[in-house]
Nanobody, 124 residues
Framework: QVQLVESGGGLVQAGGSLRLSCAAS????????MGWFRQAPGKEREIVAS????????YYSESVKGRFTISRDNARNTVYLQMNSLQPEDTAVYYC?????????????????WGQGTQVTVSS
């Protein structure tokens, strides 16, 4: 079993920043790619960013590229999502996920454990 616990969500004004954290346990973290997904009301869950187990490779969706940064600290078994220049369209529940593989992936089917989600609300 893998446990993922997200933190750092909240309410922020447009143009502001938030940093999400996800603490993982139960699997060798350094060989597990991690991802951040989000789901807005009435929409499907979508990939935001993912990072390889080593941290050397990362992937971003086009909608967040240049504004969000994914990183990880394997010594702390934690993955982060730094979100800058937030916009109202970034409002969603953000989920941390652990991949079945060590290499980055963008499809939800490659991730087999999910956190409970943390709400991010961006006001205009």
């Amino acid at each position: 079993q893998v446990q993922l616990v997200e933190s750092g969500g909240g309410l922020v004004q447009a143009g502001g920043s938030l940093r999400l954290s996800c603490a993982a346990s139960g699997r060798t973290f350094s060989v597990t790619a991690m991802g951040w997904f989000r789901q807005a009301p009435g929409k499907e869950r979508e990939i935001v960013a993912s990072i390889s187990g080593s941290g050397r490779a990362s992937y971003y969706s086009e909608s967040v590229k240049g504004r969000f940064t994914i990183s990880r600290d394997n010594a702390r078994n934690t993955v982060y999502l730094q979100m800058n220049s937030l916009q109202p369209e970034d409002t969603a529940v953000y989920y941390c996920a652990a991949s079945k593989w060590s290499e980055i992936a963008a499809d939800p089917e490659s991730f087999d454990y999910w956190g409970q989600g943390t709400q991010v609300t961006v006001s205009s």
